[in-house]
């Protein structure tokens, strides 16, 4: 007999790919975007910075109760003047919900003659710190890329941990605060990297993971390594790059937005058969698997002498089960895309998720993401541009369904078949929109594939309605029990199918 292949009665099973679908007739799977809340940080341009980003999402700190964030912003010198901005800051940012922050006076460091202002961290600074005036070879510039609160840990001094670059900005270096503003570096060898990289704590894997970028043929990819103790950490092994898919895809969405007056098109345009690369990929664990957010880099033109190629850069969405082999979600569609241009939005040539997304009361999940008006120098551009090249970029926070990356939709009816599993008394539940039609399941044994007694379709009291956790019943109550592995037959009518799962 064959041995169940899912356990619902531990995750949530989702259809981001077919791995709980045995089978399924007359239903498309639907990506969702998420809705867009516009940006929730912004450059102070009373301290003249000119943009803000991060590679970090809110971190909770349930000592102070608390959202504390850490992020860069860039300034310029001479004021209004990007193309000369100085290397960037970390500074801190907090909120009680999450949505609405505040930029607390640290008095760390020392900015046009004060410390009255919120920079968390200053490479410049602590670089010139440690060198001293004799400047020692070994000492070198170490910016701080991303912060983590990790309450697991023991120790108090390594509340939040961080990665750091290695001031040629080729790896990244770990290190330890007790709070975010001390900082150790310890004393390992980077992680083989370039300029961008993520770091989560994994809880499937109980591993500290670390996305770094490194060059295949495809360009820009997508390398893993990963960590027990913080301390010592795997060689970069390759997970994902792009291929022709993704080059056909560069050349329809440069296309796109070229011939839609209401987008920014790239200011330099070539008919050069550029690849596509991928530039990052933030992950999610979630019920048991592991969601990607690539960044897919679609070049418009060659790389220019002050900054790399022009062009729009979109978020996709990945999921695998092991960190490692990972399968694209809905045919590549852009998950989170390319503004119009107005004048007032901030994600028109380029959006990228920070980091792990958040799931936020069980109800919605917060996805805090990087949204710029351009790509490449000012020079490049139009003069009409001139004035927000002083405001180029925001933080910003979208918000998804609970679960609700993808669907499984059916019109008139379709059905899914799961994959087979055993059922100890739990009760079944979906996450599913029925606006209109119905919902119904029934319990199939997985070697007759006929329904067990009681709990046919005909005998499932219908769904119907919005639910995040809905309960399917039958009319006579059975209690769910089955020594043998049985599947689920879901009928939709007229509904959306995000999960489904025992408890």
């Known amino acids: 007999m064959t041995s169940p292949q899912i356990n619902p009665a531990q995750h949530k099973q989702l259809f981001l790919d077919d791995y709980a679908i045995a089978s399924m007739a007359n239903v498309k799977r639907t990506l969702h975007q998420p809705d867009k809340h516009g940006p929730i940080l912004k450059a102070d341009r009373s301290r003249e910075q000119v943009y803000v980003q991060s590679g970090n999402v809110p971190q909770w700190n349930s000592e102070k109760g608390i959202w504390e964030w850490w992020y860069d912003a860039h300034y310029a010198i001479p004021p209004g003047q990007s193309d000369t901005a100085e290397s960037s800051r970390k500074h801190y940012a907090t909120s009680t919900d999450g ?12 900015r046009r003659g004060s410390k009255d202002n919120n920079i968390a961290y200053d490479s410049k600074l ?73 770091l989560i704590y994994d809880e499937i894997s109980n591993l500290y993971v670390a996305t770094v970028k490194q060059r295949t043929v495809w ?43 209401a987008y920014l098109t790239p200011p330099v345009l070539e008919d050069t058969d550029y690849i596509a690369q991928l530039y990052m990929m933030p992950l999610m664990p979630y019920e048991g698997m592991y969601i990607g957010f690539p960044l897919l880099f679609n070049p418009a033109g060659p790389d220019l002498p002050q900054m790399n190629h022009c ?49 936020h009361e069980n109800r919605e999940i917060r996805i805090y993401h990087n949204a710029h008006r351009f790509r490449g120098h000012h020079s490049i551009y139009s003069e009409d541009y001139a004035e927000y090249f ?13 679960d609700g990356f993808v669907s499984l939709d059916a019109e008139g009816e379709g059905t899914v078949v799961t994959e087979r599993f055993t059922l100890n008394g739990e009760e079944l539940y979906v996450n599913a929109d029925v606006p209109r039609g119905e919902l119904r399941a029934e319990i199939l044994d997985a070697e007759t594939m006929q329904p067990l007694p009681g709990l046919s379709e005909r005998e499932c009291l219908p769904l119907n309605g919005d639910h995040l956790r809905g309960k399917l019943r039958w009319r006579d109550s059975p209690r769910l029990v089955n020594e043998k592995a049985i599947c689920l037959r879901f009928i939709l009518r007229g509904a959306k199918l995000y999960a489904f799962w025992l408890e």
Not at 155 to 179: A, E, I, T, W
């Open 311 to 359: 062009g729009i850069n979109q978020v996709e969405l990945a999921v695998s089960r092991n960190l490692y082999n990972w399968e694209r979600v809905a045919d590549r569609e852009v998950f989170i895309g390319v503004e119009p241009w107005d004048g007032v939005n901030y994600g028109t040539a380029q959006v990228a998720v920070c980091s792990r997304p958040i799931v």
């Open 390 to 402: 002083n405001d180029a970029g925001a933080l910003h926070l979208s918000i998804l369904r609970l």
């Open 126 to 198: 602590e670089f010139l710190t440690r060198r001293g005036v004799y400047n020692p070879p070994d000492i070198i510039e170490q910016h701080l890329y991303h912060v983590i609160r990790d309450e697991r840990d023991d120790d108090p001094q390594r509340r939040y941990k961080g990665l750091f670059s290695d001031g040629r900005n080729m790896g990244r270096l770990p290190g330890v605060s007790p709070d975010g503003f001390r900082w150790t570096l310890l004393d390992v060898s980077p992680i083989p990297s370039e300029d961008t990289s993520n």
């Open 99 to 110: 949505v609405h922050w505040e930029t607390p006076s640290l008095g760390f460091y020392q």
């Open 219 to 261: 360009g820009r990819s997508l390398w893993v390594s990963t960590s027990v103790d913080f301390v010592n950490w795997t060689e970069p092994k390759l997970a994902l790059h792009t291929d022709e898919v993704d080059r056909e895809n560069r050349k329809r969405r440069i296309q796109e937005v070229v011939e839609n007056p």
